[in-house]
């Protein structure tokens, strides 16, 4: 054909042949599947990404019924769109588990018109949403989770809090046992001295009997000194046994009562070991509270200060006691001179298990147990500083 009777010049069929070639890249480079089917349903044109998923090239496809490579049936699904799309004339949405293809797939089918306006072939785009639906899933169960974690919340944080309480309880009774023995100790010092009483009487009544010396008035009167002595000792049974009794309900008590019932426990050892205890006392302060827990709490702050002083080894070794208050408020300060706690330790002295001491004499619960009674027990506060050459606690309730 002569060069000027040409419809189109070399240069527009190299550029038609580009726009082609950068048609075919563009459609292959989208990662949702793309393909066109005619209106019997063979497969026109397939995109890489297409070919990919069904596992052969793009041109295998050309030909091919769709629903036998993407369905493996004999004819289309019910649920095949393209029925639709041709009454309607319009594109239609729908999504599919695609078993072939291993996924579930949104796919949206479009209607492609000839000039005439006629329908001749359908363009399907489909994307994979497997892992999007997975994540929903997944979120929908952790959503699930999370609503009965919610809704029992409530129920288990009271489980927790009275498991809690009942842990303390068993703490403060540990600790109890720990004072326990301070005080057998004790009383076994307190016994010595009226037991030896009443055996020197029992012997003279003996002897005075045996040597027909013995009146009436002699008689009544040792007696009388052995039930003294007796009732001194029975008192200090009640009052070890009132300790280790359980309370159910606050009642109100007379501070500088119970703590002077308190130092009976732990004063003759303190004497033994040569520490001097000061007691400056504002009589008749009623408050209210658990007297038993309250006592515990004080004994282990007493026998902090012996340790303390004992440890360090100090010439004076002094103990000073402060009672104050007013209306049903009071507040005890218990000093030392022991030498203080290091500052970056002060913070950590109430912590349960923190102790400076060998683990065969402390196992830090003491001040734990302590600040857990006044504070959480009965709603006071128990507070520790360094003061001059020692330590103060202050006990408020
Ligand atoms: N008065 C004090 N002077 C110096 N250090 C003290 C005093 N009171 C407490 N501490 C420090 O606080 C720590 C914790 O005391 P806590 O009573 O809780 O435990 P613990 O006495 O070591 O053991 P336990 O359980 O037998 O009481 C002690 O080990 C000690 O280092
Ligand atoms: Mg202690």
Redesign the pocket.
Known sequence: MPKEESSISLEEQEKIIHAKQEWTHTFDAVSDLIFIVDNDLNFVRVNRSMAEHCGCRPNELVGRKCYEVMHGTKCAPVECLHAKVIELREPQTAEFVVEKLKGIFEVTMSPMFNTDGQITATVHVARDISEKRRQEKLLAKQQKQLEEINSTLESRITEAVAEMRKKDDILIQQ?RL?AMGEMISNIAHQWRQPLNNIGLIVQNLQLAFKSNDLSVEEMDEDIAEVMKVLQQISETIDDFRNFFSYEEKMSSFIVNELISRSLSFVEPSLKRKGILLELDEQPDIVVNGYPNEYMQAFL??M???R??LL?HQVTKPLISIRISGEKGRSIIT?R?N????DED?LP???DPY????HQS??????????KMIVEKKMHGSLE?LNVED??E?KIEI
């Open positions: 600790s720990t282990n702050i026998l902090n200060a340790d303390a440890d218990v030392d022991g030498g203080g706690i330790i950590k002295i109430f923190f102790t400076t001491k004499t402390g196992v830090g619960l003491g001040l734990y147990m302590a520790a020692g330590v606690f």
